[in-house]
């Protein structure tokens, strides 16, 4: 099973399909474990969560960082890139409902 830190919730739904698929872990065990950044190959995170540049760094094995959302501002980009870790978010994925507030703002 592959380990993942997790930066910031997920409604339940979703969170019960991320710990059937991986060993997901958060900050805080990576503070209690240090030995467990080793393991870490992916960083699952909201778009309003911060990716700290310093926990990026720790994280020898990371390959990709992952946000749920349209915003990647709060990931350290050129560290990544740097890294050859890939970033992705999910980019189109609210427009519809932009565009709905607008309307009914109108």
Do not use: W
């Amino acid at each position: 099973m592959k380990t993942v830190l997790q930066i910031g919730g997920f409604a339940p739904e979703i969170q019960a399909q991320l710990d059937a698929e991986f060993r997901c872990l958060g900050l805080a065990d990576l503070e209690r474990e240090p030995h467990l950044a080793n393991d870490v190959g992916a960083i699952v995170t909201r778009s309003n969560q911060e990716v700290p540049e310093d926990v990026v760094r720790r994280l020898p094995a990371l390959e990709i960082i992952a946000t749920c959302g349209v915003g990647y501002d709060l990931i350290p980009r050129a560290l990544a890139a740097s890294r050859g870790i890939v970033v992705a978010n999910t980019p189109d994925v609210l427009n519809a409902a932009v565009a709905e507030l607008c309307i009914g703002s109108l």
